[in-house]
């Protein structure tokens, strides 16, 4: 970021941070020289990403898009990724 000229351009960070990890790190190396403008978040139930992901899996070559892998996403996502999503709620 800093070698595209990050201080004159705003930078899109996708799927950053996971977790309360890569928040916390972030703040620590970047808090201070940045500014976390806010979050992007798109909202859709389990059953509607389940189903965009099983048809992805046909062509994707992807082994982890499969339904046991794919709950287990979710409920990290829940657990660990959802956390920091709120903490950027108005």
Same mark, same amino acid.
């Given at each position: 970021?800093?070698?595209?000229?990050?201080?004159?351009?705003?930078?899109?960070?996708?799927?950053?941070?996971?977790?309360?990890?890569n928040?916390? &790190?972030?703040?620590?190396?970047?808090?201070?020289?940045?500014?976390?403008?806010?979050?992007?978040?798109?909202?859709?139930?389990?059953?509607?990403?389940?189903?965009?992901?099983?048809?992805?899996?046909?062509?994707? &070559?992807?082994?982890d898009?499969?339904?046991?892998?794919?709950?287990?996403?979710?409920?990290?996502?829940?657990?660990?990724?959802?956390?920091?999503?709120?903490?950027?709620?108005?």
């Amino acid at each position: 970021m800093k070698e595209a000229g990050w201080e004159k351009k705003k930078f899109l960070i996708d799927g950053f941070p996971r977790n309360e990890d890569n928040y916390s &790190g972030w703040n620590s190396v970047m808090g201070d020289i940045t500014e976390l403008g806010f979050v992007l978040f798109f909202e859709a139930d389990v059953d509607t990403m389940t189903k965009r992901i099983m048809e992805r899996s046909k062509t994707s &070559g992807r082994n982890d898009d499969n339904e046991e892998t794919l709950r287990k996403r979710f409920v990290i996502f829940n657990e660990a990724q959802l956390p920091i999503i709120t903490k950027f709620e108005d």
